[in-house]
T-cell receptor
Framework: GAGVSQSPSNKVTEKGKDVELRCDPI?????LYWYRQRLGQGLEFLIY????????KSGLPSDRFSAERTGESVSTLTIQRTQQEDSAVYLC????????????FGAGTRLSVL | AQSVSQHNHHVILSEAASLELGCNYS??????LFWYVQYPGQHLQLLLK??????LVKGIKGFEAEFIKSKFSFNLRKPSVQWSDTAEYFC???????????FGGGTRLMVKP
């Protein structure tokens, strides 16, 4: 596609439910990143993938958060047993390769946990 | 761990005023530096970047930034802002510890017509 695509654009869920967020990177981009942006704050790194290498999960805030990516395509971020503090905009970015540091961002998924 | 500070959280300017947004980072090694902009209702877009070479870099829409290694700074400047520059601006750093970006908290710029 022309850009990074994320779905859904908005998600409202109840505390304790699981949610799954999707990211379609730019075609041909081998690196994919997930960030979280809480209200009024900057972006926090969560996880990144590069090709078939083991992902860097160092930014995941708890074991309720996980992400998968199949090859160099779609990625899903899963949050289990959501909490109110998980409310944020979840942003996905991709870059042409790991050494190409220009990251292109999607529009994000706004998650609201009631 | 590396960190990025943007000292101005909100800036209000009139059109044609000059702009300087501060960005300081706390990483002593080789860095790549970025400014991203988020216009109202739009996604984050790259404004400019510094990898190496000339420490004064020019980006889109008349923006520039200067990397001052001794001050660990990468301030964003524009000599004359326009109403259309109203947006949130984020400074970001990539160090050698990984390939993720570390972002500052952002600066909301409002330009009054």
């Amino acid at each position: 596609g022309a850009g990074v695509s994320q779905s859904p654009s908005n998600k409202v869920t109840e505390k304790g439910k699981d949610v799954e967020l999707r990211c379609d990177p730019i075609s041909g981009h081998t690196a994919l990143y997930w960030y979280r942006q809480r209200l009024g704050q900057g972006l926090e790194f969560l996880i990144y993938f590069q090709g078939n290498s083991a992902p860097d999960k160092s930014g995941l805030p708890s074991d309720r958060f996980s992400a998968e990516r199949t090859g160099e395509s779609v990625s899903t971020l899963t949050i289990q047993r959501t909490q109110q503090e998980d409310s944020a905009v979840y942003l996905c970015a991709s870059s042409l390769r790991l050494t190409e540091n220009i990251q292109y961002f999607g529009a994000g998924t706004r998650l609201s946990v009631l | 761990a590396q960190s990025v500070s943007q000292h101005n959280h909100h800036v209000i300017l009139s059109e044609a005023a000059s702009l300087e947004l501060g960005c300081n980072y706390s990483y002593g090694g080789t860095v790549n530096l970025f400014w991203y902009v988020q216009y109202p209702g739009q996604h984050l877009q790259l404004l400019l970047k510094y990898f190496s070479g000339d420490p004064l870099v020019k980006g889109i829409k008349g923006f520039e930034a200067e990397f001052i290694k001794s001050k660990f700074s990468f301030n964003l400047r524009k000599p004359s802002v326009q109403w259309s520059d109203t947006a949130e601006y984020f400074c970001a750093v990539k160090g050698n510890a990984g390939n993720m970006l570390t972002f500052g908290g952002g600066t909301r710029l409002m330009v009054k017509p």
